[in-house]
C-alpha cells in the first residue's frame, strides 16, 4: 500500500484521535505531560495517531490552523455602481 492512500480506516482511525482526550489537549495545550506522551508515542506505538496524519497532513500534537481570515484588502466595496 502506498503511504499516501488514505482509506476508509484511516478516516475511522483519525477520527478517534480528533475525539481522544489526551490528543485533543495536546494539540490545544501545547505543552505538558499529554503534549509530551502523544509527540513521543505517535510515531511508534498509536495507530490512531498515525493515521492522523496520513489523513490530515500533520502530527496528532500539532495544532490544529485557524482559519483564514477574511482579508479588508480582499473585500470588494459595497455600493452604487459609479
Known amino acids: 500500500m502506498n503511504d499516501k492512500t488514505v482509506t476508509n480506516l484511516d478516516r475511522a482511525l483519525a477520527r478517534f484521535s ?3 482526550l489526551v490528543c485533543s489537549r495536546a494539540r490545544h495545550k501545547q505543552r505538558g505531560f499529554a503534549f509530551w506522551l502523544v509527540k ?4 511508534h506505538l498509536c495507530p490512531f495517531c498515525r493515521a ?3 489523513v490530515y497532513g500533520r502530527k496528532s500534537h ?3 490552523p485557524e482559519p483564514d481570515e477574511v482579508k479588508p484588502e480582499a473585500v470588494t466595496p459595497q455600493g452604487g455602481a459609479d
Not at 513521543?40 to 510515531?43: F, G, P, S
Open 62 to 64: 500539532e495544532p490544529v
Open 52 to 54: 492522523y496524519e496520513r
Open 40 to 43: 513521543t508515542v505517535e510515531r
Open 18 to 20: 480528533v475525539k481522544c
